[in-house]
């Protein structure tokens, strides 16, 4: 299983970016991808997952901002983010879970056991 993730940048305060995480060796709709992220000296962070039913689930800081879809046909799962904030700024890691990860988990990155390598996000002020 690997997972490749890209899309990240350089942006204004305000600005959008796409982030893609192309998997393989897996069927997706059979497991939850997840989107975490890390900004220099701080922990790793939940920011959205895509459950393998479609059902998605997001973190309190980018709810209304960021939204996860997935392609089953191109194996892919995006992360479309607007409005975006300096706080953003941090490498994005994408992750598949064991696909029998219950719903309370799902936040919790030992949940996954697949990474991808990160995307770094930089957001100027």
């Known amino acids: 299983v690997q997972l490749q993730a890209s899309g990240g940048g350089l942006v204004q305060t305000g600005g959008s970016l796409r982030l893609s995480c192309v998997h393989s060796g897996r069927t997706l709709s059979r497991y939850g991808t997840g989107w975490f992220r890390q900004a220099p000296g701080k922990e790793r962070e939940f920011v959205a997952a895509i459950r393998g039913n479609g059902a998605t689930i997001y973190g309190d800081s980018v709810k209304g901002r960021f939204t996860i879809s997935r392609d089953n046909a191109k194996n892919t799962v995006y992360l479309e983010m607007n409005s975006l904030k300096p706080e953003d700024t941090a490498v994005y890691f994408c992750?598949?879970?064991?696909?029998?990860?219950?719903?309370?988990?799902?936040?919790?990155?030992?949940?996954?056991?697949?990474w991808g390598q990160g995307t770094l996000v930089t957001v100027s002020s």
């Open positions: 992750a598949t879970d064991t696909g029998r990860t219950i719903l309370s988990s799902v936040r919790h990155a030992s949940a996954y056991e697949y």
